[in-house]
């Protein structure tokens, strides 16, 4: 019997199929296909291009007498090589000259901050304008693969991936940590602290970092990595959806070093989350067994779970990433509703309507305001231009995954699934979360106090205030650990992916190596400033990424544009034919 929550999500795919059928197409109904998982691929659509197959590959096939799929299984380039030697470089670099590596990416970090700061504003907002306007658009009906390709997982089952593999570990790191501090301190000064007033201006602002903006930026990528892969049969490589801009740029060295810079990006956004996923971890045991959180526990536990997510990245998409997903999911929903009913409920309802209300009225205004004295400035380095440069360092990664899981689905379910789904579920967490500790911090429950002190230690201070404060936090650090490895384990996946020339199918060495290296740099950025190092390199890999979401979407307005015409012309065919 299904939960509640997920009856909720499976509903999803009726509100999915009206948003199409609103616009007659000689499609198949997407009502009846999302639950189910074709037995054989699709017939092949006369409107895509597919590349053909690279010549090494075909003889490496006929010489070896390998089957088909290990042929598919691109070999390594020079894109792999250059960047593991950064990598390396990177972490050697680190080991010998922690000081000076953190003195440069201080200074780095405080210059982008004052002089583009206004990127990380501007870019976000604007993919959210490219991703509904695809929607409601004609583009909306083309699909993400042939015109009557099925959905490879059900819509259930697409979501928990979306949900769990991507932003899942944020939950619990920023679930109360997050609100709880702009309630202590205001952003911008636009309330006095510890107010009602602050109350919902803390979950406004939490909105703007987990919200529209952040799934925007990975709706863009994964709309075209997917249109790209799905419907043209390319690589799934940044450069080559790139190619309607850039042109035959991209075959040669540019190509390879925007896969190159993609990869950087996308290693040091994980090493965030794994630098995140040990600090919560760590406070975890040390509120149950009374272990000292020490930088050696976290580099212990950085170490465990790299072994954990690099065996599961082993299994590919279909079994582990999909299965422990899904079982996040369903824990995730489970503490969320124990933390609703056992806490301040009322309060906690009546602060998601006011600050939802609030958060649209002022929706354009949160989302420009830039810093306006030093102090903002500092605090906007900390939070909002700190989250969104972490959404764009995790694009790319985001981006592959969510194409690798979307084939068969319409553009405009696409952008429902992805922009408007996780958007809502992370409101009612942070208000259920954030808005409990609030009240219960009003009450005299300190637990503002000790998230001023360490933000890791703010979730376990709200369950220390709620029955059963034992069990939850063994559950939550249970739910933080199947988090971070369905996040990172996916991660892995897109790194060998990206390193493989685009394959889908990279060969296991590759997966080991980026699963060694992803926990290497995340322990060396450990030793030389914490987590703050761990957010600088996020940060910093982010800048030029900024620049690729702008020709990115350039590039997927003029393919979608290109890819309507011959719609049209086959949907007047199939008209003519009486199909």
């Known amino acids: ?27 198949p109904d997407p009502g009846a296909e999302a639950d189910s998982e074709p037995d054989s691929d699709p017939e092949p659509d006369p409107s895509a291009d597919p590349e053909p197959e690279p010549d090494s590959v075909k003889t490496a096939t006929k010489q070896t007498g390998e089957s088909e799929e290990t042929a598919r299984r691109s070999p390594v380039g020079s894109v792999f090589f250059w960047a ?5 470089a990177f972490v050697i670099w680190a080991t010998v000259s922690p000081d000076s590596l953190g003195d440069i990416m201080t200074t780095a970090m405080t210059a982008v901050s004052s002089s583009f700061g206004w990127i990380y504003l501007v870019v976000p907002f604007a993919a959210i304008v490219m991703l509904v306007w695809f929607a409601a658009s ?24 979306i949900l769990a593999a991507v932003m899942g570990i944020g939950l619990v790191s920023y679930g109360v940590a997050e609100p709880m501090s702009h309630f202590m301190v205001p952003p911008h000064g636009l309330a006095e602290p510890e107010t009602m007033d602050a109350a919902i201006r803390a979950m406004q602002f939490s909105y703007l970092d987990w ?13 075209a990595i997917g249109y790209s ?30 896969d190159i810079l993609t990869i950087i990006a996308t290693l040091f956004g994980t090493t965030t989350s794994l630098g995140l996923g040990a600090s919560q971890i760590g406070e975890g045991l040390n509120t149950i067994f009374g272990i000292d959180a020490t930088i050696v526990l976290q580099i212990v536990v950085v170490a465990v779970l790299t072994l954990l997510f690099t065996g599961s990245a082993f299994t590919g998409v279909s079994r582990g990433i999909r299965y422990i997903s899904q079982i996040t999911l369903t ?46 400035s500092e605090w906007m380095l900390s939070w909002t231009y700190f989250m969104m ?44 979360m954030g808005g409990s500790a609030i009240k219960l911090d009003m009450e005299g429950a300190k637990i503002g106090e000790a998230t001023a002190e360490n933000l890791d230690t703010a979730f376990f201070s709200l369950l220390d205030q709620l029955p059963l404060t034992l069990l939850t936090s063994i559950f939550t650090i249970i739910m933080v650990i199947l988090f971070f490895v369905s996040s990172a384990d996916s991660n ?88």
């Open 138 to 161: 004609r583009f909306g009906r083309i699909r993400l693969g042939s015109a009557d390709s099925l959905p490879e997982y059900s819509t259930v089952a697409w979501l928990s991936m």
């Open 1 to 27: 019997m299904l939960m509640p929550a997920a009856e909720a999500v499976l509903s999803l795919e009726t509100t999915m199929t009206m948003l199409d059928n609103h616009v007659p197409e000689p499609e």
């Open 331 to 376: 824990m995730a929903t489970l503490l969320g509703l124990f933390v609703f009913i056992t806490g301040p409920s009322g309060f906690v309802a009546n602060l998601f309507v006011r600050s939802v209300g609030s958060f649209a009225g002022d929706f354009l205004e949160v989302s420009f305001m830039t810093p306006s004295s030093a102090a903002d």
């Open 492 to 579: 892995t996946f897109v790194l060998s992916s990206l390193s493989s020339g685009g394959s889908f199918e990279p060969r296991r060495p590759v997966i080991a190596t980026w699963g060694f290296l992803t926990g290497a740099c995340a322990i060396v950025l450990l030793l030389v400033g914490g987590l703050q190092a761990l957010q600088q390199a996020a940060m910093l890999s982010a800048v030029p990424f900024s620049i690729i979401v702008v020709i990115l979407g350039v590039a997927l307005i003029k393919e979608l544009r290109s890819d309507h015409q011959i719609v049209e012309e086959v949907a007047r065919k199939r008209h003519v034919l009486g199909i």
């Open 84 to 88: 593991v030697a950064f990598v390396i």
């Open 211 to 223: 919200g529209f903006q952040a799934w925007a930026i990975f709706g863009v990528f994964g709309l």
């Open 229 to 258: 892969t799905h419907r043209k049969g390319r690589p799934a490589l940044v450069s080559t959806m790139l190619r309607p801009v850039l042109g035959r740029l991209v075959d040669g060295w540019v190509g390879k070093f925007i």
């Open 389 to 432: 440069a972490w959404w764009l360092s995790w694009s790319a990664f985001v981006g592959i995954f969510l194409a690798k899981i979307s084939k068969g689905r319409t553009i405009r379910q696409f952008v429902a699934g992805v922009l408007l789904v996780p958007s809502a579920v992370f409101f009612v967490w942070f208000t259920i």
